[in-house]
């Protein structure tokens, strides 16, 4: 495809044909089959719930209506407490599970996961309530007091439930579109708190909890996991990982309006993470530096520097720009599945929009690749919006890569990934003038999530198969 038969807004980057040096293939390879292994274990774990309920006389108590609603509250109390502890374990961070999803998949089934959990929580205190006022013949509000302020650990299973509800409303679209992710994330850590706090009443007043051997084993096992794979995962790998490679602020570069790069230095650093990566990032020595953000490398990362480039988004992304050279880092990851281990075909189109490109920018430069392999599109509302665009020049003009910058304002009134100027095409239409042989690469998308189902829906619509597309979300 020439450069005339390009709709306005989309100009060719200039390409070579050097052949590029050989890269290896990335080392952060996970075999697809363990999400069918994550997914096998959480329904087994619901599935040996329901058999430890059964074998505690669960279905013998179903025969009246007070002790059946108790026995059905028990089993609903059972299933959410299953639940919380699998979604404490599918966020904290495990590599295999985290190399297998990918943090935007994970993100929907915690929020899944959790939003069932707390269904059923609701589900079990109305149950169990009611259960209980119709065998002792009382009204809902003298039982409910009776609970709260009678039974051993109820008190600090009521406040439990308040955390984990106030963690699920804060989870809701609505409610966090409303929230800074700063503060969206502080109050996410008080779930943690209300995992902790049901303990005692699980224990105490939970008689499926202790009924039988396997029951204790089976419930104090999957604590233990919950607990050990936080500490080890969210707490001790991030410090060793810190601690190995001494990361402090070197630059801040000022790459456009509201852009800007800070360059880190350390050791080690090219085993820090891969190319399309991000890890959680905190900065010392600025206010809320405790508050980690995610960030995706937006350069291969040497021995000795890694670099990440921000748009001046929110509080945390804004303060980057006044980041003083000297400032310790400290890092948690690397997180995602945006890197060249997932690539399966030798041809791939990298879809980038907005600073969304940082990671694609990676990934074009540490690519194994033959000229005209792969295929880079950088959407823009503006020429000034282009970030890094001279360096995507350069790489092209080293690798042989094709790179258009698809520049323009939005289509009104439709969801598409093309600018203005392309209306007059549909979204798959413009992809195939692009690249004509899309239907034969893999596609990594990166931008905003609106913007990345159309893009997708658009490599779907030129028979790129689910599994070719590769996309991380950065939506909370």
């Known amino acids: 495809m020439t450069a005339v038969m390009l709709p306005d807004g989309m100009d060719p980057a200039p390409a070579s044909t050097r052949r590029p040096r050989a890269l290896q293939r990335h080392r952060l390879s996970v075999a697809p089959w363990w999400r069918d292994v994550v997914g096998a274990l ?94 002792d013949d009382v009204n809902l509000i003298a039982q409910t007091w009776d609970f709260v302020v009678n039974y051993p650990g109820m008190l600090l299973a009521t406040a439990a439930t308040a955390l984990i509800v106030m963690v699920s409303w804060t989870s809701i679209k609505r409610a966090r579109a409303k929230l800074r992710y700063e503060s969206w994330h502080l109050l996410h850590l008080y779930a943690y708190l209300g995992v902790g706090l049901s303990i005692p009443h699980e224990v105490w007043t939970g008689a499926d909890f202790t009924a039988s051997p396997p029951a204790r084993l089976y419930w104090w096992s999957l604590y233990a996991a919950a607990l050990g794979a936080v500490l080890i995962w969210r707490v001790g790998v991030p410090l060793w990982r810190t601690a190995r490679h001494r990361l402090v602020v070197e630059q801040v570069v000022q790459e456009g309006p509201g852009v800007v790069s800070v360059i880190v230095r350390g050791r080690r650093l090219d085993r820090l993470a891969g190319a399309g990566q991000f890890l959680t990032w905190r900065f010392r020595g600025r206010e809320g530096w405790t508050r980690g953000h995610p960030f995706s490398l937006s350069a291969v990362p040497t021995r000795e520097r890694a670099r990440i480039t921000v748009k001046a988004l929110g509080d945390g992304s804004s303060a980057l720009a006044g980041l003083r050279p000297g400032s310790r880092v400290m890092v948690e990851g690397p997180y995602g599945r945006l890197h060249a281990g997932v690539r399966t075909r030798r041809k791939v189109t990298l879809i980038g929009s907005g600073i969304g490109i940082t990671p694609l920018r990676a990934l074009l430069e540490e690519f194994e690749q033959q000229p005209g392999e792969v295929t880079l599109i950088y959407r823009a509302s503006s020429e000034a919006d282009l970030v890094l665009r001279h360096e995507l020049d350069s790489l092209a003009a080293h690798t042989g890569a094709r790179v258009f910058y698809v520049v323009g304002r939005r289509i009104r009134g439709r969801r598409s990934w093309l600018p203005s100027s392309a209306a007059h095409l549909s979204d798959a239409e413009a992809l195939r003038q692009l690249v004509p042989d899309i239907a034969e690469h893999d596609v990594y998308l990166c931008g905003a999530q609106e913007w990345m189902d159309a893009a997708a829906a658009a490599a779907l619509a030129n028979e790129v198969p689910a599994s070719r597309i590769h996309t991380e979300r950065f939506s909370w």
């Open 42 to 135: 959480t329904w087994a774990s619901v599935l040996v719930v329901v058999a430890l309920w059964v074998s505690n006389s669960g279905l013998q108590h179903l025969s009246g209506l007070g002790t059946g609603l108790v026995s059905l509250g028990r089993l609903s109390g059972l299933l959410s407490a299953d639940l919380l502890l699998i979604q404490v374990l599918l966020m904290a961070r495990i590599p295999l599970v985290e190399g297998a999803y990918g943090q935007d998949v994970l993100a929907h089934r915690h929020r899944l996961v959790g939003f069932t959990s707390v269904n059923l929580l609701a589900v079990h205190l109305v149950l169990i309530i009611a259960g209980y006022a119709a065998v």
